[in-house]
């Protein structure tokens, strides 16, 4: 029988444990003990580092998750992102990039990769299969995000995937938004899925985690010896949090869909607001990608204001009570973070032109209409 994934992922549980309990035990520890030299070097985990029932457990729902078949934890989302590049490139490489990339990504690969000798060029998000135009003798990684952070733009996945595939070079896609659940990279041939687990999968707002998936097996030794070379691990604790965030993962998904979208419809409709970046919306310039390639929407999305003035901007968020702002999604709290401050894209990107500040939300669990009367209040506050 054909399961879905929501239900796969709660009935993945106790398959390497000798208990059947419904979660597995959180085992702590650095030294494994064993009883011969010949058991000492042969063992697989040999070090508390490597892992145990905990994180096999998660490492099998995210393979179930991703359609995937290799799944290698780390402490957050960054380093995933890291490992999963890294893995793939030496000195002397070229890595094209998404020029809508998460900010800390986007670092990585301008500051730190030019110090290992590997060249990073930006793309454009929405250039589709005209990235072969940008592709060098030297190039080894496509590094995509999709949508992409803080502007949601939707790639042209399957396109980028098909130039990349004819050219021997190896795509990465961020799937944070799409979480696994509402979007499968692998499915469209990317090579390496990465996720942020501290986000949607964990989905409380109070743990680290990050994962890197393939069904490659070629790829899956590069990171796990990437991972090995880096030291990366993930702590038990939280992986158990992580995997117990799994189990509901459906659930809180189409909540936040649900609550996410009536708030973009609204907000489209508010005289302050020029655009709503909501990929889900008809008038998003991507939607029929997204309806392509995504199953589902979540609780993230942005919208451009109209000019408004510094004060009146202050006054907005001063208004705010159930919105919130942090630096992070995912959980069950919602928040509304200016994002201007982190715009550091290519020169002639559409944003140069926006007409007001860019503002991130994410719609958490509260009640939508708790949220609108919050977000009516602080307009009404804006325009005193």
């Not at 590049?85 to 990769?113: C, E, M, N, W």
């Not at 609550?259 to 005289?271: Q, T, Y």
């Not at 607001?273 to 995504?294: G, K, S, Y």
Request: proline fraction near 4%; include cysteine; charged fraction near 25%.
């Amino acid at each position: 029988m054909t399961k879905d994934t929501a239900t796969r992922l709660i009935h993945t549980r106790g398959r390497r444990l000798a208990q059947k309990t419904v979660n597995p035990p959180i085992e702590r520890a650095s030294t494994l003990l064993f009883d011969t030299s010949s058991d000492l070097y042969g063992a697989k985990p040999g070090y508390g580092r490597m892992g145990l029932a905990v994180h096999r457990e998660l490492e099998d729902a995210l393979c179930v998750l991703e359609n995937a078949t290799f799944a290698k934890l780390t402490s957050n989302g960054l380093q995933a992102c890291a490992l999963a590049i890294g893995s793939q490139v030496k000195a002397g490489d070229h890595i094209l990039f998404t020029d809508s990339a998460y900010g800390p990504t986007a670092r990585y690969l301008d500051r730190r990769l030019e110090k290992m000798g590997v060249e990073a060029t930006r793309f454009d998000p929405r250039c589709g299969a005209t990235i072969s135009n940008l592709i060098k003798p030297n190039t080894r990684v496509i590094y995509l995000e999709s949508p992409g952070s803080l502007t949601f733009e939707i790639s042209d996945t399957p396109a980028i995937v098909d130039v990349a595939q004819q050219r021997g070079i190896r795509t990465i896609l961020d799937n944070t938004w799409g979480a696994g659940i509402l979007h499968k990279p692998l499915d469209l041939g990317v090579d390496i899925s990465v996720q942020a687990l501290t986000k949607y999968a964990v989905g409380h707002a109070d743990v680290f985690g990050g994962a890197v998936m393939s069904r490659d097996k070629r790829v899956a030794q590069d990171i796990i010896d990437c991972g090995d070379d880096w030291g990366i691990s993930l702590g038990p604790d939280d992986a158990y949090t992580a995997l117990r965030g799994l189990r509901s993962l459906k659930t809180r998904m189409d909540a936040h869909e649900a609550a996410g979208l009536r708030i973009a419809n609204w907000l489209s409709e508010r005289p302050e607001v020029c655009q709503v970046l909501h990929p889900a919306l008809e008038q998003h310039p991507d939607h029929a990608i997204w309806r392509r390639d995504f199953s589902g929407a979540n609780g993230l999305f942005s919208v451009i204001l109209n000019a408004v003035s510094p004060e009146g901007l202050k006054r907005f968020f001063d208004a705010l009570e159930l919105f919130s702002m942090g630096f992070s999604w995912g959980g069950f709290e919602s928040l509304i973070i200016p994002c201007d401050p982190q715009l550091k894209r290519s020169k002639g990107h559409w944003i140069d032109q926006k007409v007001g500040p860019l503002l991130r939300i994410h719609v958490g669990l509260e009640t939508a209409d708790d949220l609108i009367a919050d977000l009516r209040a602080g307009f009404e506050a804006m325009g005193e």
